[in-house]
């Protein structure tokens, strides 16, 4: 049963501070706020990615789609405007293209989403505590003009919660891989006191307009990552990820496996060499 409320005109700003992207504390959400994708860039159209590296393959509910147009998207319905989920509910089987908006999918604590595919300038807000879940999902933002531009974006300064993605594309660009250049666009970006949990399992991380996953914590206390079977696929404007201690407190790295470069050829997903974990963090476990 999918559970959601649907809803017109949510928007919010960000600024940024340089390369590092440190953001500036604000927010306000702004009604009404629209703007006009001319990008005219596509998804590319992809079959079941068969293998990664030895083998892996990409199934319906247990694999990652691979493009908008996935088969694991076959049974879902079109939605035509934003979702607001309230805490505990759910959207299951969507599927929302949105270009010109700004926020898509608002989540306000306890939520999941399971086999949705969302393209828009703004993809899904964390703004909340709790639990999330984010399964089986196609997620990609294309910037606009010179506003900001995020797949999944944590921001609800003093709250803790655990954000849970699995087999799970996040879909990004750079400036210039987009006709017209508009702004890029990131894919994961955890920071201004949003603290808790970040465990990525069987995800892709397609493109970047910066870095394709950033997580930073805040005086609120530290963040745990668990990342396995976390596939990079370029290029980036600067690098697959950038994850480091902030606000006096740590990234504590639990687990750390099978992070690695990738490549998309022929449909098909293949490992490239392997990532290092964040250095200057404390790991713990593998």
Request: glycine share 12%; aromatic share 8%; charged share 20%.
């Amino acid at each position: 049963m999918v559970f959601c409320c649907l809803f017109d005109g949510w928007g919010g700003r960000r600024q940024r501070n340089g390369k590092m992207l440190l953001r500036i504390p604000r927010r306000k959400f702004l009604l009404g706020v629209s703007a006009v994708v001319a990008s005219g860039l596509g998804s590319v159209a992809c079959t079941e990615a068969e293998q990664i590296g030895a083998a892996l393959e990409t199934k319906k509910d247990n694999g990652f789609p691979l493009s908008f147009d996935d088969p694991i998207f076959a049974d879902a319905k079109s939605s035509k405007k934003p979702v607001r989920l309230s805490k505990g509910q759910s959207l299951v089987d969507t599927s929302i293209e949105l270009p010109a908006n700004d926020l898509t999918v608002l989540c306000l604590g306890d939520n999941s989403l399971r086999h949705c595919r969302v393209k828009s300038r703004e993809v899904l807000r964390i703004a909340g505590g709790g639990s999330f879940t984010i399964d089986g999902c196609w997620f990609e933002a294309i910037g606009v003009g010179t506003d900001h531009a995020d797949c999944i974006q944590c921001y609800s300064p003093g709250d803790v919660g655990t954000l849970h993605i699995k087999n799970t594309t996040i879909r990004a660009y750079r400036t210039s891989d987009l006709t017209p250049p508009q702004i890029g666009s990131q894919g994961l970006f955890v920071a201004d006191n949003w603290t808790g949990t970040v465990i990525c399992e069987n995800v892709v991380f397609w493109g970047a307009g910066n870095y394709a996953c950033q997580i930073f914590p805040d005086t609120g206390g530290d963040i745990h990552i668990s990342f396995q079977d976390i596939f990079f696929v370029g290029p980036f404007q600067y690098g697959p990820y950038n994850i480091h201690g902030a606000g006096g407190h740590r990234i504590v790295v639990d687990r750390w496996d099978r992070v690695c470069n990738a490549t998309i050829a022929g449909g098909k997903l293949i490992e490239g060499s392997p990532i290092a974990a964040p250095q200057e963090n404390e790991r713990r476990g593998r």
